[in-house]
């Protein structure tokens, strides 16, 4: 006999969710019985705007298989499109338990051919696009907790390796990548008091965004064999983190690949000196050489050769 469904009651808005892991994502909560906000915009890799509503085939999908969910079409990272996001859970189904940002997309260039727009438009989507539904999603969850209501929310923001270590030719999205780390531990400290959880993962899986950039290693494995890079691996993690049994788990960030998680560390204080008064410019890079011999060396680089 199966367990009780991990989700079972809670609602739950996924952005981002009409393909690859946000799909995944929106399909695994449904699963566990999720009532699930789907959220796309339905544009290509760019950005640009798609022909389709990939968010309402996601619901079609979930409904086939007995599940409960409603498509969004907002653009998530207005402030009008993420407030309808928030409000189309609470009209819908009454509540908001749990919140996942997963929207994005990518313009890779080098940086010395970086276009300002190109800058923008990733920075706006990934790190804007994870803050305007946090915000809107917090201020329902503080209102409550002030009636007395306290909830149980969880919020499971995404990340990535490049915002980890770097990703040559990916300036834009690594940088708003490191911004969601941020973000998400300065959000975890400020909303714990109003019972909201906040975590992010660093996934890596076959995307649309992903198997363009590394395409060797994102191929799909032949019949029979372990897909290490499904995205669908990566949801079970992001469900758990998503249900009331994730309680007490706040601030961290995951690593999950396959079947891997890894529970990332951070920046952490590594050898240090202290002289007790002002160093001279070349006694400071003496002690500063002696330092880094001391230290470990960084993880690779993603994209270096």
Known sequence: MSGPLLCEGRVVIVTGAGRGLGRAHALAYAAEGARVVVND??????????????????????????????????????????????????????????????????????????????????????????????????????????????????????SSGAGLSGSVGQGNYSAAKAGIIGLTLVAAAELGRYGVQVNAIAPAARTRMTERTFADTMAAPGAGSFDAMAPENVSPLVVWLGASASTGVTGRVFETEGGRITVMEGWRPGPTADKGARWTPSEAGDTALKLLAEAEVPGAVYGAE
Not at 51 to 72: C, F, K, L, Y
Not at 95 to 115: I, P
Not at 125 to 139: C, I, M, Q, S
């Open 41 to 158: 915009l339905g544009v290509g890799l760019d950005g640009t705007p798609g022909p389709d509503s990939p968010a309402a085939r996601v619901v079609a999908e979930i409904r086939a298989a007995g599940g409960q969910a409603v498509a969004h079409g907002g653009d998530i990272a207005t402030t009008d499109g993420a407030a309808s996001l928030v409000r189309t859970a609470l009209e819908t189904y009454g509540r908001l338990d749990t919140l996942v940002n997963n929207a994005g997309f990518l313009r890779d260039r080098m940086l010395v051919n970086l276009d300002e727009d190109d800058w923008d438009a990733v920075l706006r989507v990934h790190l804007k696009g994870h803050f305007l539904p946090l915000k809107h999603a917090a201020a329902h969850w503080r209102s409550q907790a002030k009636e007395g209501r306290t909830p149980r929310a969880r919020v499971v923001n995404t």
